[in-house]
């Protein structure tokens, strides 16, 4: 063998490794873009797919001016939600289901609000307690009724329904059944 067939080899074998290098290289981008995208895909599936559970609103009964149709507007307005509907009839609770957000309008009928936070509870969905910014404390019996579930929210003002419902609806992994 001359020294030109050796270097035409050398050359042909760096070429070779060039080449499987450059394979490998896109092989591995190829598969790792894949994972990346593909985690990404199905946490934006899971978000768009909690987006369009059904919030359901419960006013109390017998409250003057507490129908909460202006927070109602606002949840109905934001693209990013499905408002269903903003009731204070009892028999609605029967719609309460696991693709469901409850919103409960706190007011002086007890027996009423834990109707309702019962229904939801045993759906193991999450539930918001709006107190509607009158600095309406929370009475001891509604505690006691709260602590004995986990996935509940306390809030008393138009902007924090929406943000708790917002945060609620893009991290909390409900279980379809």
């Known amino acids: ?92 609770i029967n719609n309460i289901d696991t693709k469901s957000l409850v919103i409960i309008g706190c007011g002086s009928d007890f027996s009423y609000f834990e109707s309702v936070y019962i229904k939801a509870t045993q759906y193991k969905i999450p539930v918001i307690i709006y107190t509607y910014g009158d600095s309406r404390a929370l009475e001891s019996k509604h505690w006691d009724l709260l602590n004995r579930y986990q996935w509940y929210s306390v809030c008393n003002t138009p902007i924090r329904l929406i943000s708790d419902v917002f945060t609620i609806l893009s991290t909390f992994t409900y279980e379809d059944k």
């Open 1 to 92: 063998m001359n020294g030109q067939t050796i270097y035409q080899h050398l050359s042909n074998l760096d070429l070779l490794v060039g080449t499987l290098t450059i394979i490998f290289s896109i092989a591995t981008g190829s598969l790792l873009t894949y994972k990346v995208m593909n985690t990404i895909l199905k946490r934006e599936k899971i978000f768009f797919h909690n987006l369009q559970r059904k919030i359901k609103v419960f006013y109390p009964p017998y409250e003057n001016n507490k129908e909460m149709e202006v927070e109602f507007e606002e949840i109905k307005n934001n693209r990013l939600f499905n408002a269903d509907f903003r009731t204070c009839d009892i028999r609605k």
